[in-house]
């Protein structure tokens, strides 16, 4: 199992940009999927953002598609979200995540980085 920590929230006027770094402790990080959740404001559960495989395949919630890029530096032991043209809407707390090859499961969760986009 990984450890994870996220760094790189912060605010932003909207049509900014932010990077988001998450940084992974432990063996065998080249055999997650790694991806980016987010939970906005008020509501119970966080939703998908992206994801990258082993073999950088990536996929993108429709929301942000086109704005934002996830990629993964395996040795270094690192995902990066590179986020675009933010919108209000994208205001949330993000979380990194985990999940082994094969599993459906996440096994791992960062603590999360606030990100707010406001004027």
């Known amino acids: 199992q990984v450890q994870l920590v996220e760094s790189g929230g912060g605010l932003v006027q909207p049509g900014g940009s932010l990077n988001l770094s998450c940084a992974a402790s432990?063996?065998?990080?080249?055999?997650?999927?790694m991806g980016w959740y987010r939970q906005a404001p008020g509501k119970q559960q966080r939703e998908l953002v992206a994801?990258?495989?082993?073999?950088?395949?990536?996929n993108y919630a429709d929301s942000v598609k086109g704005r934002f890029t996830i990629s993964r530096d395996n040795a270094k032991k690192e995902v990066h979200l590179r986020m675009n043209a933010l919108k209000p809407e994208d205001t949330a707390v993000y979380y990194c995540?985990?999940?082994?090859?094969?599993?459906?499961?996440?096994?791992?969760w960062g603590q999360g980085t606030q990100v707010t986009v406001s004027s």
């Open positions: 432990g063996n065998s990080f080249s055999i997650y999927v």
């Open positions: 995540s985990a999940r082994p090859v094969g599993s459906t499961l996440i096994t791992s």
């Open positions: 994801t990258i495989t082993t073999g950088d395949r990536t």
